[in-house]
């Protein structure tokens, strides 16, 4: 059956047989025993499925990698250390040295890091676009060594809404893979897939986990790229000599099978099986949450924009917002619980403000249960330089708010009074 989407959040990627437990055991175990010599062959050949080694897959992270790949519409999901090892793996898995990447500019700040200083260094270029540019400009980044298009569907802390139609448009011109981390939006309010995109990330850290206990990052394989013949993609039609010559592009399921045989293999970046567990069942309320967050948000918003002492502020639900109305097209059943304002005047008085709040906390995280606020210039983007910050959309007197689902007068009113400090 083709069930909706709140019923995946709560069935999806696992179902116990008869007498089994009802949701997913932790497999905390690194290893795994067998009777017959040829089935671990098979198994290391990928001639049959099943666990040999957790560094490589584990069953309790295989459930929670199903359920997102249903939520997602893809044809495999990976569980990943982080989100940031997830966005790693999925760029090593189609570049390497003197191949290139084109990305907003408008991402999260480690992600901009990565991108721009990490990755370099081995090699790979990435080039930085402004995602409200036209089409034509962004177009003539792209050559014949580009590898991926990276995107987030709402930029954080830019609150930037990603126009799908105009990359994937692109992406299908030079048959180049879309990527799009959709961890502020979640498929509840978006699929990416649905838009055109080949690849998305999350950090479940955030709102798939829903509680702040978790790390952990996914990579869901889409399933509607074809890389067969694709000369952008020569690793994958030519025989992979480290599995007996398999070639990757003949395979049904393409890119998640090479990522998962030799970056997951080699990297070992893959996701714990507590950190799978907690994740799995956070994501049975993830529809219902989303929704919470996303009313909450819509209501502080409101409030935020008719106050004297913010100086502007940005959620696509906002009538007036530079997105508003990719928002109605892209994300009509919510626009998320994230959201960024200035304070105005200088960093002291954003400091003043957040550190007068009480049930509003200040955390490195955003995207769970609590409502917490971050300032990005002195803390997830402070090795930025000023020119690259202004290029992120992070000016020194933003401030970012994650809208959790208390009750919104309770949100509201604590801003209210840390207002009044200033």
């Known amino acids: 059956m083709n069930y909706k989407l709140d019923t995946l959040c709560v069935q999806a990627g696992y179902s116990p047989k008869s007498g089994e437990a009802r949701i997913p055991p932790i497999v905390q175990s690194t290893t795994y025993a067998y009777d017959s010599t040829q089935d671990m062959a098979d198994l290391f050949d990928l001639k049959r499925d099943g666990y040999f ?21 893809g044809v495999c999901a990976i569980g990943c250390a982080s989100g940031m090892s997830a966005i ?13 990447i084109v990305c907003s500019q408008a991402v999260y700040g480690g992600t901009f890091n990565l991108l721009g200083t990490t990755l370099p260094k081995l090699g790979i270029e990435c080039r930085f676009f402004d995602p409200d540019a036209p089409a034509e400009q962004i177009d003539r980044l792209i050559d014949g060594k580009t590898r991926l298009i990276f995107t987030e569907t709402i930029a954080n802390p830019a609150i930037v809404v990603l126009d799908f139609d105009k990359f994937a448009n692109i992406a299908k011109k030079h048959k180049v893979l879309f990527a799009v981390d959709n961890t502020l939006a979640t498929p509840v309010f978006c699929r990416p897939k649905e838009w055109g995109a080949n690849l998305i990330i999350h950090s479940s850290s955030k709102y798939l986990d829903g509680h702040a206990a978790a790390l952990g990052g996914v990579i869901v394989d889409a399933g509607n790229f074809d890389f067969k013949g694709n000369e952008r993609y020569p690793s994958f039609n030519i025989p992979d000599e480290s599995y007996h010559g398999l070639v990757y592009a003949d395979l049904p399921v393409a890119f998640g099978t090479k990522c998962r045989a030799q970056m997951i293999r080699d990297i070992g970046a893959i996701m714990s099986p507590q ?13 219902l949450r989303m929704e919470r967050h996303s009313s909450n948000a819509k209501k502080v918003a409101a409030y935020l924009s008719k106050h004297p002492k913010i100086e502007w502020i940005k959620h696509p639900s906002l009538e007036d917002n530079k997105y508003h109305k990719l928002a109605k097209k892209y994300l009509p059943d919510g626009q998320g619980g994230m959201m960024s304002f200035g304070i105005k005047g200088d ?20 995207a769970d249960v609590r409502s917490c606020v971050l300032h990005p210039a002195s803390t997830t983007h402070r090795q930025l330089s000023e020119e690259d910050l202004v290029k992120a959309g992070v000016p020194h007197n933003l401030v970012r708010l994650s809208v959790g689902i208390e009750n919104p007068e309770d949100i509201i009113a604590d801003l209210e009074q840390a207002l009044k400090q200033i």
């Not at 790693?88 to 290139?100: C, P, S």
């Not at 799978?276 to 309320?285: L, N, P, V």
């Open 53 to 73: 080694y957790t560094r490589l897959a584990n069953p309790t992270v295989a459930a929670f990698e199903g359920k997102v790949a249903a939520l997602e519409g």
């Open 347 to 366: 960093v002291k008085k954003c400091a003043v403000f957040m550190e007068a709040l009480k049930l509003i906390t200040q955390e490195t995280h955003v």
């Open 275 to 287: 950190n799978a567990f907690i994740s799995y069942i956070g994501c049975d309320t993830l529809a």
């Open 88 to 100: 790693t793996l999925a760029i090593l898995t189609v570049a390497g040295a003197g191949d290139n």
